[in-house]
């Protein structure tokens, strides 16, 4: 087990450095390589294939709510980005510019889209005229760009995939309640294949979106007590509409401005997936997500029938609709268990010459290690039935690590003491002023990650200014 | 019938302008809308469905011959793009350049990918070590651009939507067998899928990729007779491995050099889909393409009982695993059946209060308009069985267009006249010099489309200049 040794060891643990731990998994795990170009990284077969998982099944729960995807051009020209001013305010700092195309200067540069919603308007003000063309609900699978000084793989690169769901409605209150649908198939996403539970609230007016009235998001907790904002859905109300021009006939033949609403979910959610299931043998993939789910490992594999059942055993799985491999290289089992930990793939089954005389193979669950000792004629149903439960483990475990890592705070020193000293979210009342979400941020560089959904009441007065409160807003250091 | 003659109406016919009827299809059908960018199409649902339907069958294809997905950055350094002389001088010329990014002017600029096999080529020089990482069969899912001066949607735009995959392999064999087997899955899929029969072959020296050996192509043939490159399919031999130095140790622990292909297809294959099959009604979409393939529609549908049948119906279609909807909208059913041909909807479903007493229903198909009264308990094996006779029957009639417009040239004088008069491709022998190929395209506009696989014998000489011949020829004139 020399070999096994050495492979763990390529990892450095958590508790000792966990921002190393991460990149050593993402590079272990072969999820990316770094491309010789700032800030941009490669997607490799292994970290692709997640995203090609989440990018079908999100597809398909988008499109069961009436979504339909489109494709829109890479390029904003300067004068479209400039039309809204928040937004133009919010992205162009960061934005990069073509200025030279098929040999020739540009009359106008173009920025590589940082985000799409002023192409989406152009288009929509050019296609909707009556309520009978709304409402309009797109969205594209693409990638953006974002100059980044600082950057760490999935969670902040300068080209990153995502989807952009645009739409436009007739109604402030439609827009407002497809504003929250969308969040909630994020959230329920989230939780019944990622096995991430998520914080529902509502971003501050200093957290929002460039351009947008009010901001949705859902924020989870990853291992070392840090928030991923992993999804977030936009109300812009007519704002984009008034600056775009975007109007229709009502049924009473009265110009209107549309109410518009954009919600994403990018390649940073698989950050999350690292960091809140990964342990020190690597990735832990939940099965409803992981590309490979089960690994056939032989032992002895030179010996007579054994890559033949191996395989035998693979069919039987594949057959009964589950994601399966055999590692047939040439290394040793122990080098093969810890690759098929360093992967995260949820399960492993081990079977030798020993196993094949007694009709019984052993599986090994990636999330704890437990190992069952399986008859081969049952194999099928233990091994679904065990991927079934690490799934609602892995769900149940993220849940407990979240709710017992979320303090109350009533006072501002216990406050700062919590955010210093306790990994996890702080709980405290707020009186809705910036200027306090500035001090605390100086303070403590813990940030609002939202005001929840569902509001408690555990104070009368501001945590930090002692002013009268008007939110519970969730606060912690954020990623 | 007003209505579906004003409709109608709003579409040039083929006979009398093919360009014009071309852009007319593409507009009314909802295919693309126009971007202010300048050569940059929206892919409008319509659209962007068909493109999501072709990806969703050739990813399969790809990956069952062992092909993993990845994702690469968008931007290629200039020195990066510099490295292999050929790609250089073929690709520099239309590229867009980032030249500013987060406020800065950059060190070196960097070019909007035109496609990628630079970015491939220095991942695989980074992550290739031994014969044991090889074969590499990496493909990547994405947008390109190439700055153009005249545009045509699908055909020719600045930004398009492709796959691209980039291999790299231990011997000249294995990359050889790739290149083919890689055009046969091309092959395959347009006669399967698509119903659009192809002429595989090579391209001469003078069309082929630039820094390729050699590029093998299908082409199709249009309604007008004109070619469509369909799909390609590169062998690099080592020239790209040499240029940017990827070498493994072998068997015997010698350093070589890998041996290198790639291969595309493009949301230009929805060009070819429109001109081969279109008509003058708009749309014919092949069964098996069609993101909906049947499209019931009501007669009478405000008489009680119908939009339910109607309703009924479309649940059991659907549960038969066929793709279908309703038009409930309230335009009359001559609009709704315009509408329905315009987008080239393979089938429909009439149903009324007359059809609903006799239990039955009329099915129309898209292609020869054939109609057929159905008893309804009989619906779904009628439906299933004639959209499996239209996809049958479209690939025949091409099959039948494309061998009924191939001719054979032996004398200069023939074929200038044939490709003046006669649309459709010319055979004829070639001495397998470019100067040849550069006057015929100056006297007849027509190049070489490729060297086909099948070689026939049809003379002693070339066809231009009386030397001996040495390939059989496909010429025509192309988009």
Same mark, same amino acid.
């Given at each position: 087990?020399?070999?096994?040794?050495?492979?763990?060891?390529?990892?450095?643990?958590?508790?000792?450095? $966990?921002?190393?731990?991460?990149?050593?998994?993402?590079?272990?795990?072969?999820?990316?390589?770094?491309?010789?170009? %700032?800030?941009?990284?490669?997607?490799?077969?292994?970290?692709?294939?997640?995203?090609?998982?989440?990018?079908?099944?999100?597809?398909?729960?988008?499109?069961?709510?009436?979504?339909?995807?489109?494709?829109?051009?890479?390029?904003?020209?300067?004068?479209?980005?400039?039309?809204?001013?928040?937004?133009?305010?919010?992205?162009?700092?960061?934005?990069?510019?073509?200025?030279?195309?098929?040999?020739?200067?540009?009359?106008?540069?173009?920025?590589?889209?940082?985000?799409?919603?002023?192409?989406?308007?152009?288009?929509?003000?050019?296609?909707?005229?009556?309520?009978?063309?709304?409402?309009?609900?797109?969205?594209?699978?693409?990638?953006?760009?974002?100059?980044? %000084?600082?950057?760490?793989?999935?969670?902040?690169?300068?080209?990153?995939?995502?989807?952009?769901?645009?739409?436009?409605?007739?109604?402030?209150?439609?827009?407002?309640?497809?504003?929250?649908?969308?969040?909630?198939?994020?959230?329920?996403?989230?939780?019944?294949?990622?096995?991430?539970?998520?914080?529902?609230?509502?971003?501050?007016?200093?957290?929002?979106?460039?351009?947008?009235?009010?901001?949705?998001?859902?924020?989870?907790?990853?291992?070392?007590?840090?928030?991923?904002?992993?999804?977030?859905?936009?109300?812009?109300?007519?704002?984009?509409?008034?600056?775009?021009?975007?109007?229709?006939?009502?049924?009473?033949?009265?110009?209107?401005?549309?109410?518009?609403?954009?919600?994403?979910?990018?390649?940073?959610?698989?950050?999350?997936?690292?960091?809140?299931?990964?342990?020190?043998?690597?990735?832990?993939?939940?099965?409803?997500?992981?590309?490979?789910?089960?690994?056939?490992?032989?032992?002895?594999?030179?010996?007579?029938?054994?890559?033949?059942?191996?395989?035998?055993?693979?069919?039987?799985?594949?057959?009964?609709?589950?994601?399966?491999?055999?590692?047939?290289?040439?290394?040793?089992?122990?080098?093969? $268990?810890?690759?098929?930990?360093?992967?995260?793939?949820?399960?492993?089954?081990?079977?030798g010459p020993k196993d094949i005389e007694a009709g019984q193979a052993v599986i090994v669950r990636r999330d704890n290690r437990e190992k069952q000792v399986v008859a081969l004629d049952q194999l099928a149903?233990?091994?679904?039935?065990?991927?079934?439960?690490?799934?609602?483990?892995?769900?149940?475990?993220?849940?407990?690590?979240?709710?017992?890592?979320?303090?109350?705070?009533?006072?501002?020193?216990?406050?700062?003491?919590?955010?210093?000293?306790?990994?996890?979210?702080?709980?405290?009342?707020?009186?809705?002023?910036?200027?306090?979400?500035?001090?605390?941020?100086?303070?403590?560089?813990?940030?609002?990650?939202?005001?929840? $959904?569902?509001?408690?009441?555990?104070?009368?007065?501001?945590?930090?200014?002692?002013?009268?409160?008007?939110?519970?807003?969730?606060?912690?250091?954020?990623?």
């Amino acid at each position: 087990m020399a070999d096994k040794k050495k492979l763990v060891e390529a990892i450095t643990s958590r508790e000792e450095d $966990f921002a190393q731990w991460y990149t050593d998994v993402v590079v272990k795990a072969e999820l990316v390589a770094y491309s010789t170009i %700032k800030g941009c990284t490669i997607l490799k077969p292994a970290g692709y294939a997640i995203w090609e998982n989440i990018m079908h099944e999100l597809d398909a729960r988008f499109k069961a709510t009436g979504v339909e995807n489109v494709a829109m051009p890479m390029f904003i020209p300067e004068s479209l980005l400039q039309k809204e001013k928040d937004h133009v305010e919010g992205f162009a700092p960061e934005v990069a510019w073509v200025t030279m195309g098929g040999g020739e200067v540009l009359p106008e540069r173009l920025c590589v889209r940082p985000t799409s919603e002023t192409l989406f308007c152009e288009l929509y003000k050019n296609i909707i005229e009556s309520y009978r063309d709304l409402p309009k609900c797109y969205n594209q699978w693409c990638s953006v760009v974002r100059w980044e %000084k600082t950057t760490r793989p999935f969670l902040r690169t300068t080209e990153f995939w995502w989807q952009e769901g645009h739409t436009a409605h007739a109604t402030e209150e439609e827009a407002e309640a497809r504003t929250v649908q969308m969040l909630n198939v994020y959230a329920d996403f989230c939780e019944e294949i990622l096995a991430i539970p998520v914080i529902k609230g509502q971003k501050t007016d200093k957290e929002k979106f460039a351009g947008a009235n009010s901001t949705y998001t859902i924020e989870a907790m990853m291992h070392d007590g840090k928030a991923l904002q992993s999804g977030t859905s936009h109300n812009f109300g007519d704002g984009f509409a008034q600056a775009f021009g975007i109007q229709f006939s009502d049924k009473e033949n009265k110009l209107q401005y549309v109410h518009q609403t954009s919600w994403g979910m990018s390649t940073r959610i698989i950050g999350a997936l690292i960091m809140v299931h990964g342990d020190d043998s690597g990735l832990v993939l939940p099965p409803r997500i992981a590309p490979t789910q089960v690994m056939i490992i032989p032992i002895a594999q030179h010996k007579e029938g054994v890559l033949e059942k191996a395989s035998e055993l693979k069919e039987q799985l594949a057959a009964a609709g589950l994601r399966v491999k055999v590692d047939e290289t040439d290394k040793n089992p122990g080098w093969k $268990f810890s690759e098929q930990e360093m992967r995260g793939i949820p399960l492993r089954v081990e079977i030798g010459p020993k196993d094949i005389e007694a009709g019984q193979a052993v599986i090994v669950r990636r999330d704890n290690r437990e190992k069952q000792v399986v008859a081969l004629d049952q194999l099928a149903e233990a091994v679904k039935a065990a991927l079934e439960q690490e799934q609602a483990d892995m769900l149940e475990r993220a849940r407990e690590f979240l709710y017992s890592h979320i303090y109350e705070a009533k006072t501002y020193e216990a406050f700062c003491d919590l955010i210093a000293n306790k990994p996890g979210f702080v709980k405290a009342e707020w009186c809705g002023d910036q200027a306090c979400e500035l001090k605390i941020k100086e303070d403590t560089t813990a940030t609002s990650r939202c005001m929840p $959904f569902v509001q408690e009441h555990i104070g009368e007065t501001c945590v930090c200014c002692g002013k009268p409160a008007k939110k519970l807003v969730y606060w912690g250091k954020a990623y």
